[in-house]
C-alpha cells in the first residue's frame, strides 16, 4: 500500500494516469458509498506559485460549472472538474518534504485517448474544445494569474534555445547540432503570433493551452460518432493566449499517425482527415464569435506549436532533462525528432 500524506481516513491510493508533469494517484474508500478522489502531487519545479494556481483551477472551473447549470445541463460533476477542500478549507497541502498536494473529485468510467482515431472522433473532439472556449468566451481573462508566464511565447522558447546551445550545459549540443540549427534557422516565421497579438491584430482570450487529446475525459460506454466527451481536465495551464494554441496542440497531440515520442520517424506524420476533421468540429461551435482573423490563424496553430514542441523537447535535452520526467537518457532528443518530422509533414499536407 502508497505511503502518501494527505489521504482521507479509510482510503488507500494507487498511481493513476500518465501525464509527463504531475502525479496523479487515484484514492478509493473501503466504503463503497464513499466517492473517489485524485490526488495529484503538484510539479512545483514548474509551478512555483501554488496558491496562484490553484486560485485560476478554482475560478475556471466555478465559472464552467455556473455556465452548465445555466443551460440546465445534468450531472455537472462529470462534465468539470471539482476541487476538493482539505479539512482547512485551503485547495491544496505542503506536505513536510516541500510537496504540494491536491485533490478533485474522481470522474468513474472515463476513458482518454492519446490519439484521435477517426475523423468522427476528431469532429467530436473539435466541438469539446470550441465549447470549451464558448464557455470561457465571457470569462473575465484578467483575474487569472500568469502562473507559467510566456507559456507558449514561442520567441521566449527560440531564445531559451539559443541560450542553451550557446552554454551547452551537460555538453550535449555536438550531437544535436543539426536539429538545433534547424529550429534556430526557422526562427521568425514562428514568431508572427506573437507579433500580430502584440499589433492587437489576433485577440487575447483565456485559453486551455495543453489540448492534449488525454486530457478529454469521454464516457467510457459511449463510442464511434456518438463518443460523449464529458469533461476537460489538467486545467494547469488555462491562462490569456491566442485561439490558434489550441487548436495547435490538440493536432499536433492528437492527429500525430505516429507517437510522440515514436523512434520510428517514418511512422510519425500528420493524418490529414483527422486534421480537417477537428476543424470541422471546432469550427461548427464556434461560429459566430471568432473574429477572421483567429479563423485564418488556426491552420497556422498546429505548425506553430509542434515547432514550439520540438524546440521545447531539444532545450530540455541540452538542458539535462529537467523538465519533462524521461524514461530512458536520450528520451527528449527521440521527442524533439519526432516533433521535427511532424512539423515537416505538416508543412507539405497544411496548404491553407
Ligand atoms: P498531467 O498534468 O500530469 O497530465 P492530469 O491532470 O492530466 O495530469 O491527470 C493525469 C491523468 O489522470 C489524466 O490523463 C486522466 O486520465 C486522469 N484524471 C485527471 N483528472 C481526473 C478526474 N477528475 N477523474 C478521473 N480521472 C482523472
Ligand atoms: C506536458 O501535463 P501534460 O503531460 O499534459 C506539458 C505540455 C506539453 C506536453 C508534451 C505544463 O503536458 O505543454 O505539450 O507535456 N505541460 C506543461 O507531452 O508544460
Ligand atoms: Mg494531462
Request: net charge negative; proline share 4%; hydrophobic share 35%.
Amino acid at each position: 500500500m502508497l505511503n502518501l500524506p494527505f489521504i482521507p481516513a479509510g482510503y488507500s491510493a494507487v498511481p493513476f494516469g500518465n501525464g509527463l508533469i504531475n502525479k496523479t494517484y487515484k484514492l478509493t474508500s473501503e466504503n463503497p458509498q464513499n466517492p473517489a478522489y485524485l490526488l495529484q502531487k503538484i510539479n512545483h519545479a514548474i509551478f512555483r506559485d501554488v496558491e496562484g494556481l490553484q486560485h485560476n483551477i478554482k475560478l475556471v472551473t466555478d465559472h464552467i460549472r455556473r455556465k452548465l447549470s445555466e443551460q440546465g445541463v445534468a450531472d455537472i460533476k462529470r462534465r468539470v472538474l471539482t476541487p476538493v477542500e482539505f479539512d482547512d478549507k485551503s485547495l491544496y497541502q505542503k506536505d513536510g518534504d516541500g510537496n504540494f498536494w491536491r485533490m478533485f473529485l474522481f470522474i468513474e468510467n472515463t476513458i482518454s485517448h492519446e490519439r484521435m482515431d477517426t475523423p468522427e472522433m476528431a469532429k467530436v473532439a473539435g466541438r469539446a474544445f470550441g465549447n470549451f472556449h464558448k464557455l470561457l468566451s465571457d470569462f473575465p481573462g484578467e483575474t487569472l494569474c500568469e502562473v507559467l508566464p510566456g507559456f507558449h511565447n514561442t520567441p521566449m522558447r527560440i531564445e531559451s534555445l539559443r541560450n542553451r546551445v550557446k552554454e551547452n550545459p551537460c555538453r550535449r549540443y555536438e550531437e544535436v547540432k543539426s536539429e538545433a540549427q534547424y529550429l534556430l534557422g526557422r526562427a521568425e516565421e514562428f514568431s508572427k503570433i506573437v507579433e500580430m497579438g502584440r499589433e492587437g491584430i489576433l485577440p487575447l482570450r483565456v485559453v486551455h493551452q495543453d489540448t492534449k487529446f488525454n486530457n478529454v475525459l469521454l464516457d467510457a460506454n459511449s463510442a464511434g460518432a456518438e463518443t460523449e466527451v464529458l469533461c476537460i481536465i489538467d486545467l494547469d495551464t488555462v491562462m490569456p493566449g491566442y485561439i490558434c494554441y489550441d487548436v495547435g496542440d490538440a493536432i499536433r497531440s492528437g492527429a500525430n499517425r505516429g507517437k510522440e515520442d515514436d523512434k520510428n520517424l517514418d511512422n510519425v506524420g500528420l493524418d490529414l482527415d483527422i486534421y480537417k476533421g477537428f476543424l470541422k468540429g471546432f469550427k461548427e461551435v464556434t461560429e459566430g464569435f471568432l473574429t477572421h482573423e483567429e479563423l485564418e490563424s488556426l491552420p497556422f496553430g498546429p505548425k506553430l506549436l509542434t515547432y514550439e514542441q520540438a524546440v521545447r523537447f531539444l532545450d530540455d535535452y541540452l538542458n539535462g532533462d529537467k523538465y519533462y520526467r524521461v524514461e530512458y537518457e536520450k528520451h527528449n532528443l527521440i521527442r524533439a525528432r519526432a516533433q521535427i518530422r511532424l512539423l515537416e509533414s505538416m508543412d507539405s499536407l497544411i496548404t491553407a
